[in-house]
């Protein structure tokens, strides 16, 4: 039984601590490793990191105050003749109760469908900082002709205070610090006439009766239903974390050498991202910062036909500053580099850069930076990156791969 997992996200759930990590401040660096054979990002030099040629950009959604402010974790996937994109949506804010996941889709990634409920909220929608389930836009699972799509389903129990000795409900002012619980993933099947199938899970015990729809059970709706088994872990490159720094949404990739190659964020704030590499995708060297600076935020990987890598992500960092504001600029541009080896990047060139106006006037939990969180497909010659802007807004821009070598 043939299942293949698109790996549009995977290990969102690293993601979760990471948004609300203390910064730990500067630490001393090990040696760094060189990947980045480009200029240092510098606002004072609008040249550097010019648009990619023939860049087109569409937007798939603009939220009203009714629709939900907060808008993220965009995934995307071309099955049976359309592009497909999923995304995490809640009305106050990121990761608050109740938030849900949208689907919309597109013939020519071009003009988009009016989106819908995929994922409905499965407690009452409430701000951050209370506590109760919510969903994160994870992916898609392909499996005997049909179309899944995957979303994560957390809890926040609870809130607890930095030294884990006292406990409250809600968020307050010393139990700042809420309590993750990962409950599994959801799956919905897209059917061909554009409805969804039934909203079911692997383990839906564990939530019986406590959700505000019912979640069916995986062996009733799509038995046998699974991930395929990874190539690689990564637990053997975390086991080795200097510092207790704290990374998270890894970027995974093959060198054309045939060697692994793993990139970790790390909301410890060395605002670098960095890098372990593997021969067998088990066995890895111990992660080492990198000359990539980061914002830091999540970065993708898209391997070309011919072995090449495109990395697209927020490649700035603390020192890249905006002096007119007397601020640190945050995950602008959205940048993507291009490696021949899969080693060292190059030929730098934004895929959106500067500012937009957001929509939702009313303050929404955690929104800000602009174009972020990438994640990109390859389909005929070309390169699909969808993503959100500000978290408010979700964005797709194609370019042709060709214009991403380097000249001779």
Known sequence: MKVCLKLSAFFLIFLIPCAYARDTGARPLPDIVHMWDDPAPDWDKPELFPPVEGL?????????????????????????????????????????????????????????????????SLAPEAPWG???????????????????????????????????????????????????????????EILDDGSFGKLFSESPEKITGKTLFPIDSAANVAPGLKEPAKKYSIKHALSQNPDNRRFCEPAIWRARDGKWVLLLRDDSRSYRKWVSYSDDGKIWTKPRPTDILDAPSLTCALTLEDGS?????????????????NRWID??????????????FTNTHSIYKGHFDYVV?????????????PNAILKDGKAYVIYSLGKESIEVAEFDVKKMYPKK
């Open 309 to 325: 890598v495109l990395l697209i992500g927020n490649h700035n960092g603390k020192g890249y500053r905006d002096k007119k504001q």
């Open 361 to 373: 006037p009313y303050k929404l939990k955690n929104r800000g930076g602009r174009a972020q969180y």
């Open 130 to 188: 209370y506590s109760g389930y919510f969903c994160a836009a994870y992916g898609f699972v392909e499996r005997d002709g049909k179309i899944y799509a995957v979303a994560e389903l957390l809890e926040i129990p609870l809130w607890k205070n930095f030294e884990q000795t006292k406990t409250s409900d809600v968020y307050t002012p010393e139990c700042a610090w809420p309590v993750y619980k990962y409950l599994g993933h959801l799956y919905r």
């Open 56 to 120: 087109a950009r569409t937007r798939v959604f603009t939220p009203s105050t009714l629709s939900g402010g907060f808008n993220h974790h965009a995934r995307i996937i071309y099955s049976k003749g359309k592009f497909r994109a999923i995304w995490s949506n809640q009305r106050y804010g990121e990761d608050g109760p109740g938030q849900r996941v949208l689907y919309s889709d597109s013939p020519d990634a071009r003009t988009w469908s009016e989106p819908r409920e995929l994922v409905p």
């Open 331 to 344: 995950r602008d541009p959205l940048m993507v580099s291009f490696s021949r080896d899969g080693y060292v």
